[in-house]
């Protein structure tokens, strides 16, 4: 009997050696026949799936693979006698079927628990197929999610199906599965109209991406491409992919989600490796409150078609899976097995010995140790490949006492520096740039004194060393210059409300803030209302001046750009000024193909953001005073905006820049000193245009918690150190380290708020030093749990039964110290709004937060005693309502919040908070330019804004060409058909108007459906079902029907006392184009042109 067999065998656990495994035999409970038959069911062995299949499978045959990093799933799966050893029990021989089971929900039908590991989906029937006709991995990965997300059933997958999908590309084999389970449009739309998504679809489908890295990988000549330097394409570099996951609690215990891939930044390991041999798992917040057996889970093998990830890393709540050398065996039992054939993957221990040895480590911290692993994950661009001779080791410049004063900072030549200029396409050589060089990390800063004519060399301080090596590296990832920033400053800056405070309490008077919070919201309004006042322009003049103060308002060009350029954008410093982070990732729409937030409409033309639409109608012609659509575009862009100022309390100051800070390696600058020159002409404190920076400023970097963190000190102009632009370089001199100051920063990529307008720098004093240092027992509040590395190879010798899942308890141990920070920091302004901001107690949670937010690197927790104490005293129900406020500010900019009565009450005599005198003077400012901006847009008459001629035009003429008794017969027909498909796409449009508080992607997907069902009416002669005769050019239906949706608009006008955007939303381009040619001169770009001009800087 199967059960009776199973009470003598032996449990195998496997241990790691490198890639190797290890068997130790151990007793275990003998399992009933019930449990057998549920682990069998733990895949899918619905016989429906190939019915189609012959009745008995061809041999399977095992093909060495060429491949030095081999990284797709498609291997047949091994009949023959090899060395494999196995993870979990072997399979008992059965002659009759084990008992049958109640199919589980197709929610969980492929997320099983098992003995030992946890599979995603695995099915054995069609894993085999897969494998032995090579069907791509990204089809397998899409069949899995789509089969887990119930939108594709094993029925829609027979044989024939599946050996298609063989052989093919990914982008090849993903169109087939998702035409099969209908996810996309496919053929539906005629080819044109599909293609005008082209540009959208490829800046975030993968499926090119993984056919270029497939193939890279695979290259015996060249298996190192995917780091850069493609014979085909220099630039085009790999690991740009992300595949993710989504970890929750069912009724049935843990589920696993999976999730769209997409294209987005690449990292070393990803580049390395594979971007499909990395699998990025989200914890849900439901997992919060069990984080010690979310870490457990993470400790076992988890199975994804066939191939086996194991956890290797964790930060901000995203658990990194490694897939290693192991697979599942094609048993009705699990098992995992190692294949030693050399099929040109690693175990987890290997890539943690490649990247970060722990032998070579062993002073280390164990804490400190596993922080160095995200060194290999950070987003990165690669840069030059340097020689190992050319990475040269030098000493920092410490002080007398003792501080480091380069913490973090290295040099570079200009020949390094210019090489990273040439292949990243930037307009000059950066002064610096935040670099990964094999472990070490930091900033490189330009060499000084250095010529052109030398090769490549980086000079490497030792406070940049996190990975230590017995010599240096010859790998070529780990020689590569891995690029995270260069030097990018951003001038203007938004005040944090942990600065005004600090500000404030160091001498800024609040009027002083109250008048710069006016000043910053008229400037901005201004330039947009200014076509209304002024008499002396022509009214083109106007149109081109709101164009331009358009687009510098809304950051149009970085918006733009990081759409397009995901992979890069962070290195560049762009920013996409509209991102819907807090929805809810749960759900998974695939109904039809979703759109990417922020993409214009191609169907009708219409851009998505509001500063895009604004800038449309503008290039075009029109008016703010002649059409209704752009006066209330333009006026609901003005009013989003100063909602944001008032619900932020936001107070803009021009006359600042946030920029990296590095030292100063002549020694020149004394204590207090700072020098920066912009490569660009800026304004000085007193308004004349200069490039260098003089006299006072203050400066600060986030976190600013204490009276300290902010410092007035003086600004310099130093030529020895004119070389360097676009950073801010600190003294070197003094007792300690000038960054350190800032609430404790360093040189390895801290940038740093700098100030130089006079309204705030002239008032404000310095606090007293003694801020900048801990207080007293402060490390009485924390129990450090930090062994050595050399004592944790003691604890777990490497090759021992626990070594991997000791070391992934220490790797995950982050999972179980969610949520601490982020209430310290209330904690903090709840301390700071009682008590206040200079109290001892205000400046003991102050550093509870900078200590904890190092905890993951130092090892050093919070006791619960204190913790607890801290709770009850500064936690609880109650809230600081400033800070309510500015948190649901920040959710929905545009909802008004009912605030809760429970809120922590200020003591009597500590006076009024800066925080809440200004936001009741934000809404004050706000309410009076709002009636100022209202007023730009009322015009006189009864009227209000004449209807356009210009757009009425081509229906109008199509009328009147009816009286040709030659045609006018069937024109008239034919119109009849237009006006009754664009009355009956009016009134659709009307019931399913409101939809502004619903989630970006489900607005354009539903405005896209309308403009789609709008352009594909009345049929054209010639088509299916043909509705017109055959007088009709595409282009002049266009246009008729585009000039009668907004005649029709303007008649519903006079009914309902109010236009629509509907003209606009369904035929942007067509009534773009006919103003256009109304108003004259107008320029045709191609499709592509007009993309790439709108990437270009201004």
């Known amino acids: 009997m199967a059960a009776e067999a199973l009470v003598e065998e032996k449990q195998l656990k496997r241990t790691q050696n490198g890639s190797l495994s290890t068997l130790v035999p151990t007793q275990r409970e003998t399992p009933s026949l019930h449990q057998l038959s549920q682990a069998s069911s733990s895949f899918n062995d619905d016989d429906?799936?190939?019915?189609?299949?012959?009745?008995?499978?061809?041999?399977?045959?095992?093909?060495?693979?060429?491949?030095?990093?081999?990284?797709?799933?498609?291997?047949?799966?091994?009949?023959?006698?090899?060395?494999?050893?196995?993870?979990?029990p072997e399979p008992v021989t059965q002659q009759s079927s084990p008992p049958e089971t109640p199919r589980p929900p197709t929610a969980s039908l492929y997320s099983q628990q098992c003995d030992g590991l946890f599979i995603i989906h695995h099915n054995r029937k069609y894993q085999p197929w897969f494998n032995k006709h090579n069907v791509p991995y990204g089809a397998q990965y899409e069949l899995a999610r789509l089969l887990k997300a119930g939108r594709l059933s094993p029925e829609n997958l027979d044989y024939t199906f599946v050996t298609s999908l063989g052989g093919l590309s990914n982008v090849a084999a993903v169109a087939l599965v998702e035409q099969r389970a209908g996810t996309s449009n496919g053929k539906s739309l005629s080819t044109r109209l599909y293609k005008a998504f082209d540009a959208e679809r490829d800046a975030n489908r993968p499926w090119i991406e993984q056919d270029l890295e497939e193939s890279c990988l695979s290259a015996t000549d060249s298996p190192d491409s995917c780091l850069s330097g493609h014979t085909d394409d220099p630039t085009w570099f790999g690991g740009k992919i992300t595949y993710r996951a989504k970890l929750c609690w069912t009724k049935g215990g843990f589920e696993m989600q999976l999730e769209k891939p997409e294209l987005g930044p690449s990292n070393r390991f990803a580049r390395k490796w594979g971007s499909m041999r990395f699998l990025r798992v989200k914890i849900g917040w439901d997992l919060k409150k069990m984080a010690h057996r979310v870490v457990e889970f993470f400790q076992q093998p988890i199975v994804l078609n066939g191939r086996v990830f194991r956890a290797f890393d964790e930060k901000d709540g995203t658990v990194f899976c490694f897939m290693t050398n192991e697979r599942m065996s094609n048993s009705r039992i699990p098992q995992v097995e190692v294949d030693e054939l050399g099929l040109g993957r690693m175990g987890v221990l290997e890539l943690i010995q490649w990247h970060n040895p722990l032998r070579q480590n062993r002073k280390q911290?164990?804490?400190?140790?596993?922080?160095?692993?995200?060194?290999?994950?950070?987003?990165?661009?690669?840069?030059?490949?340097?020689?190992?001779?050319?990475?040269?080791?030098?000493?920092?410049?410490?002080?007398?006492?003792?501080?480091?004063?380069?913490?973090?900072?290295g040099l570079a030549n200009q020949a390094t520096l210019r090489a990273i200029k040439e292949q990243l396409?930037?307009?000059?050589?950066?002064?610096?740039?935040?670099?990964?060089?094999?472990?070490?990390?930091?900033?490189?800063?330009?060499?000084?004194?250095?010529?052109?004519?030398?090769?490549?060399?980086?000079?490497?301080?030792?406070?940049?060393?996190?990975?230590?090596?017995?010599?240096?590296?010859?790998?070529?990832?780990?020689?590569?210059?891995?690029l995270l920033r260069v030097a990018h400053p951003r001038f203007g800056a938004m005040l944090s409300p942990e600065v005004i405070i600090n500000l404030n309490h160091n001498g800024v008077p609040v009027t002083a803030l109250k008048l710069l919070m006016q000043v910053s919201l008229v400037e901005l309004t201004a330039p947009l209302i200014a076509w209304s006042q002024y008499q002396d322009k022509t009214p083109l003049d106007e149109l081109v001046d709101l164009w331009i103060a358009t687009y510098k308002k809304g950051s149009v060009?970085?918006?733009?750009?990081?759409?397009?350029?995901?992979?890069?954008?962070?290195?560049?410093?762009?920013?996409?000024?509209?991102?819907?982070?807090?929805?809810?990732?749960?759900?998974?729409?695939?109904?039809?193909?979703?759109?990417?937030?922020?993409w214009a409409d191609e169907f009708s033309g219409q851009p998505s953001t509001l500063e895009?639409?604004?800038?449309?109608?503008?290039?075009?012609?029109?008016?703010?005073?002649?059409?209704?659509?752009?006066?209330?575009?333009?006026?609901?862009?003005?009013?989003?905006?100063?909602?944001?100022?008032?619900?932020?309390?936001?107070?803009?100051?021009?006359?600042?820049?946030?920029?990296?800070?590095?030292p100063d390696e002549t020694g020149i600058l004394k204590p207090g000193e700072v020098f920066f020159q912009s490569s660009l002409s800026i304004l000085s404190a007193d308004g004349f245009d200069c490039n260098v920076i003089k006299g006072p400023i203050l400066i600060t970097r986030h976190p600013c918690k204490l009276p300290s963190d902010i410092r007035k000190w003086e600004a310099v102009d130093c030529f020895a150190l004119r070389d360097l632009k676009d950073v801010i370089v600190m003294s070197t001199q003094g007792e300690r380290r000038a960054a350190d100051y800032l609430s404790g920063g360093d040189y390895d990529g801290d940038k740093a708020l700098m100030i130089w307008e006079k309204t705030i720098v002239e008032p404000f004093v310095n606090a007293d030093l003694r801020f900048a240092d801990p207080p007293e027992g402060i490390e009485d509040n924390f129990e450090v749990k930090n062994e050595?590395?050399?004592?944790?190879?003691?604890?777990?010798?490497?090759?021992?039964?626990?070594?991997?899942?000791?070391?992934?308890?220490?790797?995950?141990?982050?999972?179980?110290?969610?949520?601490?920070?982020?209430?310290?920091?209330?904690?903090?302004?709840?301390?700071?709004?009682?008590l206040g901001y200079d109290n001892e107690e205000t400046k003991r949670l102050a550093y509870m937060f900078c200590?904890?937010?190092?905890?993951?690197?130092?090892?050093?927790?919070?006791?619960?005693?204190?913790?607890i104490k801290d709770s009850r005293r500064y936690g609880g129900d109650a809230k600081l309502k400033w800070l309510h406020r500015l948190k649901e500010a920040k959710k929905n900019t545009n909802s008004s919040t009912e605030f809760k009565t429970d809120y922590v009450q200020r003591p009597k005599g500590m006076g009024t908070f800066v925080i809440e005198d200004l936001q009741a003077f934000a809404a004050e400012v706000a309410n009076s330019e709002q009636e100022r901006v209202d007023g730009a847009f009322k015009w006189p008459g009864e009227g209000g804004i004449p209807h356009d001629a210009d757009l009425k035009a081509p229906w109008l003429d199509a009328l009147a060409r009816t009286a040709d008794p030659a045609v006018g017969h069937i024109l008239e027909r034919d119109l009849e058909r237009i006006r009754l498909h664009v009355e009956e796409q009016y009134v659709l449009a009307e019931k399913d108007a409101k939809f502004t508080k619903k989630p970006i992607t489900e607005r354009q997907d539903a405005l896209r459906a309308r403009s789609l069902a709008f352009i594909t009416g009345p049929k054209m002669w010639g088509e299916e079902g043909a509705e017109l005769s055959a007088m009709w050019t595409e282009e002049a239906l266009e246009s008729v029907r585009a000039s009668y949706a907004y005649v029709y608009d303007?008649?519903?006008?006079?009914?309902?006392?109010?236009?629509?955007?509907?003209?606009?939303?369904?035929?942007?381009?067509?009534?773009?184009?006919?103003?256009?040619?109304?108003?004259?001169?107008?320029?045709?770009?191609?499709?592509?042109v007009a993309d790439r001009m709108k990437l270009m800087s201004w």
């Open 851 to 867: 200590m904890i937010l190092d905890g993951a690197k130092t090892g050093k927790q919070v006791l619960r005693s204190v913790f």
């Open 612 to 662: 895009e639409t604004v800038l449309y109608y503008l290039s075009a012609g029109f008016d703010p005073r002649l059409c209704w659509v752009l006066a209330e575009k333009l006026r609901q862009m003005i009013k989003a905006s100063i909602d944001n100022h008032r619900k932020k309390c936001r107070i803009d100051v021009q006359k600042a820049v946030t920029a990296f800070i590095v």
């Open 365 to 409: 911290a164990m804490a400190k140790w596993a922080s160095r692993l995200a060194l290999g994950l950070s987003t990165s661009v690669p840069g030059p490949v340097l020689n190992a001779q050319d990475i040269i080791p030098i000493s920092d410049i410490v002080s007398k006492q003792g501080s480091d004063m380069t913490d973090g900072a």
């Open 557 to 598: 060009g970085g918006q733009r750009a990081a759409r397009h350029k995901v992979a890069t954008s962070r290195m560049r410093g762009y920013q996409s000024a509209k991102e819907e982070d807090d929805l809810d990732e749960d759900e998974d729409e695939l109904a039809l193909e979703e759109s990417t937030p922020w």
């Open 788 to 834: 050595l590395v050399s004592e944790f190879l003691e604890r777990a010798p490497e090759g021992s039964p626990q070594h991997l899942k000791e070391l992934q308890g220490t790797l995950l141990n982050g999972i179980t110290n969610t949520g601490t920070v982020g209430l310290y920091s209330t904690f903090h302004s709840v301390a700071c709004y009682t």
């Open 1050 to 1088: 303007c008649n519903a006008r006079l009914c309902k006392g109010r236009y629509s955007r509907f003209p606009f939303d369904v035929a942007a381009r067509t009534l773009c184009r006919i103003k256009a040619k109304a108003v004259g001169r107008e320029t045709h770009l191609a499709g592509f």
């Open 425 to 482: 396409g930037l307009d000059h050589i950066p002064s610096a740039v935040q670099v990964r060089v094999d472990g070490n990390k930091g900033l490189i800063v330009q060499k000084l004194a250095d010529s052109l004519d030398d090769d490549m060399q980086v000079w490497l301080r030792s406070s940049m060393t996190k990975v230590k090596r017995p010599e240096p590296s010859t790998d070529r990832a780990q020689r590569t210059i891995d």
């Open 48 to 88: 429906s799936l190939f019915a189609n299949a012959p009745s008995q499978p061809p041999a399977r045959v095992s093909i060495a693979s060429p491949r030095k990093h081999e990284q797709t799933l498609d291997e047949p799966v091994d009949t023959r006698p090899c060395k494999k050893r196995k993870l979990a």
